[in-house]
């Protein structure tokens, strides 16, 4: 019954009283979508999961899930109050909303939850190779050769090659953050010295938290000259 109730109170929120129409939201990819209350609830929920340390399929006590719901409702009320007021209604705004409203109840631990979710969300995107330019989301950088041309740059042979310089070393060294760092430091047009350059900054970057990533950095390096020394197909 408690539900039958959200989803009634929630589908309500979308329509704009003024206006007698659906919001729309703009996603990171450009697409334009209709506004969807739901998940929002749905973060929240998660979110107030992991702060309990609660598995995902289990139900959260009804307390929270009234939380959830009163949390649920002023966020959808400020997303849709800024929307009316002419903003474009984007993910990072509504998300925004999310975590003012669980700041501004004292949730501070699943705020912080919330916080890393989109952290590691925007890290995933980043190794995809995912990256906004001037305000626009490009979902595939380009990398720059010598006589000019621009090809796709290659998220997965990055991911390849620090797995490899990883190693026999899984246990000490995350393949896994070196990547991230390297997709992050990397911008359109960059040219392919400088994507083994970031591989190898990213790896000695993690030195002083493990020494064993030493070895990768010297793996990375080593590449890099074999691939400066020897023809392409040699």
Same mark, same amino acid.
């Given at each position: 019954m408690q539900n039958e109730e959200l989803d009634g109170q929630l589908h309500l929120a979308n329509i704009d009283p003024l206006h007698n129409?659906?919001?729309?939201?703009?996603?990171?990819?450009?697409? %334009?979508?209709?506004?969807?209350?739901?998940? /929002?609830? =749905? +973060?929240l929920e998660s979110a107030f999961k992991a702060s309990a340390?609660?598995?995902?399929?289990?139900?959260?006590?009804?307390?929270?899930?009234?939380?959830?719901?009163? =949390?649920?409702? +002023? +966020?959808?009320?400020?997303?849709?109050?800024?929307?009316?007021?002419?903003?474009?209604?984007? /993910?990072?705004? /509504?998300?925004?909303?999310?975590?003012?409203?669980?700041?501004?109840?004292?949730?501070?631990?699943? +705020?912080?939850? !919330? %916080? =890393? !979710?989109?952290?590691?969300?925007?890290?995933a995107r980043a190794l995809r190779g995912?990256?906004? /330019?001037?305000?626009?989301?490009?979902?595939?950088?380009?990398?720059?050769?010598?006589?000019?041309?621009?090809?796709?740059?290659d998220p997965q042979g990055i991911r390849r090659d620090v797995i490899r310089a990883c190693r026999g070393l899984e246990d000490r060294c995350s393949w896994q953050a070196v990547a991230q760092e390297t997709v992050r430091n990397l911008y359109d047009g960059v040219r392919a010295d400088e994507i083994s350059q970031a591989m190898i900054f990213a790896a000695k970057a993690r030195v002083e938290l493990e020494p064993a990533y030493t070895f990768v950095a010297a793996r990375l390096l080593l590449d890099r000259i074999y691939r400066q020394a020897l023809p392409k197909g040699s």
């Amino acid at each position: 019954m408690q539900n039958e109730e959200l989803d009634g109170q929630l589908h309500l929120a979308n329509i704009d009283p003024l206006h007698n129409r659906q919001f729309t939201v703009r996603k990171r990819d450009g697409r %334009i979508v209709p506004f969807d209350e739901t998940r /929002i609830s =749905l +973060a929240l929920e998660s979110a107030f999961k992991a702060s309990a340390g609660l598995s995902q399929s289990k139900p959260l006590p009804e307390g929270v899930e009234s939380e959830v719901l009163r =949390l649920t409702r +002023a +966020a959808v009320k400020e997303s849709l109050r800024r929307a009316v007021r002419g903003e474009m209604l984007e /993910i990072e705004l /509504i998300q925004d909303c999310v975590e003012t409203q669980l700041m501004s109840a004292g949730h501070h631990n699943t +705020a912080r939850r !919330y %916080i =890393l !979710y989109r952290e590691e969300r925007r890290r995933a995107r980043a190794l995809r190779g995912d990256r906004a /330019i001037d305000g626009q989301l490009q979902t595939q950088l380009f990398v720059s050769g010598a006589d000019g041309s621009r090809e796709p740059l290659d998220p997965q042979g990055i991911r390849r090659d620090v797995i490899r310089a990883c190693r026999g070393l899984e246990d000490r060294c995350s393949w896994q953050a070196v990547a991230q760092e390297t997709v992050r430091n990397l911008y359109d047009g960059v040219r392919a010295d400088e994507i083994s350059q970031a591989m190898i900054f990213a790896a000695k970057a993690r030195v002083e938290l493990e020494p064993a990533y030493t070895f990768v950095a010297a793996r990375l390096l080593l590449d890099r000259i074999y691939r400066q020394a020897l023809p392409k197909g040699s």
